[in-house]
């Protein structure tokens, strides 16, 4: 397979495992399709509570009957010649390590851990409309951390002001905290598409950090 997959459905996301099946990021369809292409890695597919392993070319057979039985339960992709599945677990053939445990303190992560709910009235907004607070304003020491900074909308942001939520009369929804693996995981898992996920992400690797 030459082809390039074209934009649609590239931009989904695809869980990574090592060589030993074991969740070590998420990347994009996109990446994944060029390690499939150069033959760095396989297709995972789970299918009956069984795990099922495809190279490229077995992928590409495959696609056909999703595309003609499973359309709804996939996103895929198109090429000159193929409508390609895109898969939702590729695993590495030639990479056992895990990777650094550490979930980047950002304003994305900081908005999929709060689900972009303002954490003073509760209501959700897109990103646009929600900004970042520190809990304890910086002019009175407060610092950037997990634990001092939360979604706000634009409102309650501007009401809270340079206090701290005591001062303002305002309480937080629940306490900010430091997830112990990366909080955009939890929204996919929301996602009836990435429920072959669960299979990898249970209880034995919850302390493997994704990102």
Known sequence: MSETP???GLSCNVLVLNRLYMPIRVTSARRAFAMLIKDMAEVISVENNCYLS??????LEISVLKAQYERDSHDFVRTVRYEIAVPRIIRLLG????PKQDVKLTRR???????SLCQYCGKKFTTNEL???HVIPRSLGGK??????VCACVYCNAKKG????AQASMHLSRAPHKPKRNPVINIRLG????SSWKHFLDHAYWNVELK
């Not at 996602?191 to 990435?194: G, I, L």
């Open 109 to 115: 992560n900081i908005y999929a851990r709060d689900n």
């Open 6 to 8: 074209s934009v649609s």
């Open 131 to 133: 900004s970042l607070d």
């Open 144 to 149: 950037t951390t997990w634990e001092n900074l």
């Open 54 to 59: 495809y190279n490229i070319e077995g992928w």
């Open 162 to 165: 340079g206090r701290t939520p």
């Open 95 to 98: 990479y056992d390590r895990l």
């Open 191 to 194: 996602s009836d598409k990435y």
